[in-house]
């Protein structure tokens, strides 16, 4: 019931430990203004009214003794802060008036309504009180400054609620800022670590942050060398056979016949595939070079021009400049297997670069038979070849182009996504790429 405040509420963590730090301050800060100043000013407006409805009382009844303002009356009232003038209109023409966000005002009529029966009382501002009151068949207006029967200075009490609210909970900000650091360091490890890159880190902060990071740290440890182990093991295969394919490649260039070209075909292919192999063992991050920001239609560039060279019915369409933080290197053999996997099985090919958002999209579109929907999940399988849906006769491959484009995507904070091109009708192939 509560999802509809997901899309309101803070996303990164910094936000959230905020809205938790804040939310609990404000909400209290407000029922104190509530429960207590308010109950406090209504307890100090009703005393002070009290208080000035006995002098009241004092002016009326010497207003009876001497059946009018006389000179002693109005020293009394003079003496006690009271203004007292006579009214010589009717009692109907007095105002008696009230502001709806005067909040103590109710307190003060209500209390100075119990000095008479048919008492009337004027509220118009907050500087004065004006009340009518009737002695025999005269009028009088009793007249007192508004300050006599409200609190003085209410807004101090909010301002220092509100001064020393923010000066505590920036404290407490800066606090929890220098708790969560580390966990913010600890995801942007493990994020770049990700991508391939291996950044500096140091467990600190908490214990339970610590023993998080120390995980951390085993795991990459363990990571890489599985990775180190697995890339020596295929550089020994690929060694180790290198030597008998060359040898029958001499053998074979030695025969005479129909039969030595087909032989000598397989083992190119051999080599090819053993090559395909190994390259995808190493993966994006061994051999391709360090992380470097360039405009990355530089580096597609050079993958669609040497591309051209074998089929010159590639199409490149720049934007503006991309300036993204990737690897040269794996960034072209990616562009380069999505070329030439769209040369392969189509006539047309069409590579577009676009900026959306936080990311940078490449595109690679063919006119070829493209892939069926229910198979786009498995074509960046390792070692899936989609032999119906893209031909079976049109090349050599294990089936290792496309998740060697996925795992350089990967590895820059992207994916590679597959789809139907609507401007050739073919595939499209896309690789984001993180900005």
Same mark, same amino acid.
């Given at each position: 019931?509560?999802?509809?405040?997901?899309?309101?509420?803070?996303?990164?963590?910094?936000?959230?430990?905020?809205?938790?730090?804040?939310?609990?301050?404000?909400?209290?800060?407000?029922?104190?203004?509530?429960? $207590?100043?308010?109950?406090? =000013?209504?307890?100090?407006?009703? @005393? #002070?009214?009290?208080?000035? !409805? +006995?002098?009241?009382?004092?002016?009326?009844?010497?207003?009876?003794?001497?059946?009018?303002?006389?000179?002693?009356?109005?020293?009394?009232?003079?003496?006690?802060?009271?203004?007292?003038?006579?009214?010589?209109?009717?009692?109907?023409?007095?105002?008696?008036?009230?502001?709806?966000?005067?909040?103590?005002?109710?307190?003060?009529?209500?209390?100075?309504?119990?000095?008479?029966?048919?008492?009337?009382?004027?509220?118009?501002?907050?500087?004065?009180?004006?009340?009518?009151?009737?002695?025999?068949?005269?009028?009088?207006?009793?007249?007192?400054?508004?300050?006599?029967?409200?609190?003085?200075?209410?807004?101090?009490?909010?301002?220092?609620?509100?001064?020393?609210?923010?000066? $505590?909970?920036?404290?407490? =900000?800066?606090?929890?800022?220098? @708790? #969560?650091?580390?966990?913010? !360091? +600890?995801?942007?490890?493990?994020?770049?670590?990700?991508?391939?890159?291996?950044?500096?880190?140091?467990?600190?902060?908490?214990?339970?942050?610590?023993?998080?990071?120390?995980?951390?740290?085993?795991?990459?440890?363990?990571?890489?060398?599985?990775?180190?182990?697995?890339?020596?093991?295929?550089?020994?295969?690929?060694?180790?056979?290198?030597?008998?394919?060359?040898?029958?490649?001499?053998?074979?260039?030695?025969?005479?016949?129909?039969?030595?070209e087909a032989l000598l075909r397989d083992v190119s292919e051999m080599e090819a595939l053993l090559d395909e192999f190994l390259s995808f063992a190493r993966g994006p991050g061994d051999s391709t070079g360090d992380m470097a920001l360039?405009?990355?239609?530089?580096?597609?560039?050079?993958?669609?021009?040497?591309?051209?060279?074998?089929?010159?019915?590639?199409?490149? !369409?720049?934007?503006?400049?991309?300036?993204?933080?990737?690897?040269?290197?794996?960034?072209?053999?990616?562009?380069?297997?999505?070329?030439?996997?769209?040369?392969?099985?189509?006539?047309?090919?069409?590579?577009?670069?676009e900026r959306a958002q936080s990311i940078v999209l490449v595109h690679v579109e063919d006119d070829g038979p493209g892939i069926p929907t229910h198979k786009r999940e498995d074509a960046v399988k390792p070692f899936t070849r989609l032999d119906q849906?893209?031909?079976?006769?049109?090349?050599?491959?294990?089936?290792?182009?496309?998740?060697?484009?996925?795992?350089?995507?990967?590895?820059?904070?992207?994916?590679?996504?597959?789809?139907?091109?609507?401007?050739?009708?073919?595939?499209?192939?896309?690789?984001?790429?993180?900005?």
């Open positions: 019931m509560f999802h509809w405040i997901k899309r309101y509420l803070p996303k990164g963590l910094y936000g959230r430990v905020a809205l938790i730090l804040l939310l609990p301050i404000v909400m209290l800060q407000f029922l104190v203004s509530i429960v $207590f100043v308010q109950r406090h =000013f209504e307890g100090v407006t009703e @005393q #002070l009214t009290q208080s000035i !409805r +006995l002098e009241m009382y004092l002016l009326s009844g010497a207003l009876r003794a001497d059946n009018g303002l006389s000179e002693r009356v109005r020293l009394l009232g003079s003496d006690l802060g009271i203004t007292i003038q006579a009214y010589t209109e009717s009692r109907e023409q007095f105002q008696s008036r009230r502001r709806f966000y005067d909040l103590t005002g109710g307190i003060v009529a209500r209390e100075l309504s119990r000095l008479e029966d048919d008492v009337r009382i004027d509220l118009p501002n907050d500087d004065v009180v004006n009340i009518l009151i009737a002695v025999g068949d005269a009028f009088y207006v009793m007249s007192f400054p508004r300050s006599r029967v409200s609190a003085s200075n209410p807004h101090q009490l909010f301002v220092n609620m509100i001064v020393f609210g923010f000066i $505590f909970t920036f404290i407490a =900000f800066i606090y929890l800022r220098n @708790q #969560l650091r580390p966990i913010t !360091r +600890l995801a942007k490890a493990a994020d770049a670590f990700g991508k391939g890159q291996n950044v500096k880190y140091k467990p600190s902060g908490a214990v339970e942050v610590r023993a998080a990071g120390a995980s951390f740290l085993e795991m990459r440890a363990r990571i890489e060398r599985h990775i180190e182990q697995r890339t020596l093991l295929l550089s020994g295969v690929s060694h180790d056979l290198g030597t008998p394919l060359t040898r029958l490649k001499l053998g074979l260039s030695m025969l005479e016949g129909e039969e030595k360039e405009d990355l239609r530089h580096t597609v560039g050079e993958a669609v021009a040497a591309a051209k060279m074998i089929s010159t019915n590639i199409t490149l !369409r720049e934007g503006l400049p991309l300036y993204v933080s990737h690897r040269p290197l794996a960034i072209r053999r990616a562009v380069d297997n999505l070329v030439n996997n769209a040369r392969r099985y189509g006539g047309r090919v069409l590579v577009t670069l849906a893209r031909g079976q006769n049109l090349g050599s491959g294990v089936g290792l182009g496309l998740p060697i484009v996925a795992d350089i995507a990967n590895a820059h904070g992207g994916q590679l996504l597959l789809a139907e091109s609507e401007r050739l009708g073919g595939l499209k192939a896309t690789m984001t790429l993180a900005l």
